[in-house]
């Protein structure tokens, strides 16, 4: 009975959480997005907006945790606060993924899908923090690279969406290389992991595993795009060597760190 009162409670506490979600996105839409536009200097006004996202979820975070919905155990994350520019590559095995880091990750900046852009819950919230969309490929390169000029970590999930299975990873898109070599920028893998899965691209909302899920975040040392593409000629081939060179570390380490498992 116990048990069931739990599931019941935390099934509500995730409903709950989403609906609030969702109106905070669309009254920010509503009401923040047009103020936002009228601050006269633009710098600033990009640091105010990531400044509130972050601190919105910052406390989502706090409060999922503090009603028993999920846990968090995040490694290195310090490197996420006080590390400079910097580009950010993870993989995604939950719907949440996004909320988590842009939580630990004060100065962020994300690639968005280009179907946000018309999401009412999202498309203020992506305009006035002037996120990247992934609508154009050379924009994105060129949009990321302008971020990471101004200090702002882009947080970007090379995959494209969630990842197709628990131990599996969607092949790697080249568009985190070629930002990184462009601005210069050292790339800093996060391995994410959810125990046991929950929100993830074979669930909906309401699939509220048997217990508090745990999400795991593992922020790896940094790595420099010019030792990954230091013998590539073109950019297009040094690239391909980074993110390569990437996706293969970071399937590794995902099992090194149990987050994937031999044999499944």
Same mark, same amino acid.
């Given at each position: 009975? &116990?048990?069931?009162?739990?599931?019941?409670?935390?099934?509500?506490?995730?409903?709950?959480?989403?609906?609030?979600?969702?109106?905070?996105?669309?009254?920010?839409?509503?009401?923040?997005?047009?103020?936002?536009?009228?601050?006269?200097?633009?710098?600033?006004?990009?640091?105010?907006? &990531?400044?509130?996202?972050?601190?919105?979820?910052? +406390?989502?975070?706090?409060?999922?945790?503090?009603?028993?919905?999920?846990?968090?155990?995040?490694?290195?994350?310090?490197?996420?606060?006080?590390?400079?520019? +910097?580009?950010?590559?993870? /993989?995604?095995?939950?719907?949440? =993924?996004?909320?988590?880091?842009?939580?630990?990750?004060?100065?962020?900046?994300?690639?968005?899908?280009?179907?946000?852009?018309? /999401?009412?819950?999202?498309?203020?919230?992506?305009?006035?923090? *002037?996120?990247?969309?992934?609508? =154009?490929?050379?924009?994105?390169?060129?949009?990321?690279?302008?971020?990471?000029? +101004?200090?702002? &970590?882009?947080?970007?999930?090379? *995959?494209?969406?969630?990842?197709?299975?628990?131990?599996?990873?969607?092949?790697?898109?080249?568009?985190?290389?070629?930002?990184?070599?462009?601005?210069?920028?050292?790339?800093?893998?996060?391995?994410?992991?959810?125990?046991?899965?929950?929100?993830?691209?074979?669930?909906?909302?309401? =699939?509220?595993?048997?217990?508090?899920?745990?999400?795991?975040?593992?922020?790896?040392?940094?790595?420099?795009?010019? *030792?990954?593409?230091?013998?590539?000629? &073109?950019? +297009?081939?040094?690239?391909?060597?980074?993110?390569?060179?990437?996706?293969?570390?970071?399937?590794?380490?995902?099992?090194?760190?149990?987050?994937?498992?031999?044999? /499944?």
């Amino acid at each position: 009975m &116990t048990a069931r009162l739990d599931y019941l409670w935390r099934l509500c506490a995730t409903g709950m959480a989403f609906v609030v979600f969702g109106l905070c996105g669309m009254l920010f839409s509503v009401l923040v997005f047009p103020l936002a536009w009228l601050w006269p200097h633009r710098a600033s006004r990009q640091r105010a907006v &990531t400044a509130v996202i972050h601190w919105f979820f910052r +406390a989502l975070v706090a409060v999922l945790r503090g009603v028993g919905v999920m846990e968090l155990e995040a490694s290195g994350a310090a490197a996420l606060r006080a590390g400079g520019p +910097a580009v950010v590559v993870a /993989n995604h095995p939950t719907y949440l =993924d996004v909320m988590v880091l842009l939580s630990l990750t004060p100065r962020a900046c994300c690639v968005v899908k280009n179907a946000h852009w018309r /999401n009412p819950c999202f498309w203020g919230i992506v305009h006035a923090a *002037e996120y990247v969309s992934n609508a =154009d490929a050379t924009e994105l390169v060129e949009a990321g690279a302008r971020q990471l000029a +101004a200090g702002y &970590t882009m947080i970007v999930f090379p *995959e494209g969406t969630r990842s197709p299975a628990p131990n599996r990873l969607h092949a790697f898109s080249r568009g985190f290389a070629h930002m990184a070599l462009k601005a210069g920028a050292p790339i800093v893998p996060v391995l994410m992991d959810c125990d046991p899965p929950a929100f993830t691209r074979q669930m909906r909302w309401y =699939d509220v595993p048997a217990r508090a899920f745990r999400m795991r975040v593992n922020v790896l040392a940094p790595l420099g795009v010019g *030792e990954l593409a230091a013998h590539d000629a &073109t950019p +297009a081939l040094a690239a391909r060597s980074v993110t390569r060179a990437v996706e293969a570390h970071m399937t590794q380490h995902l099992f090194d760190y149990g987050f994937f498992k031999t044999g /499944n």
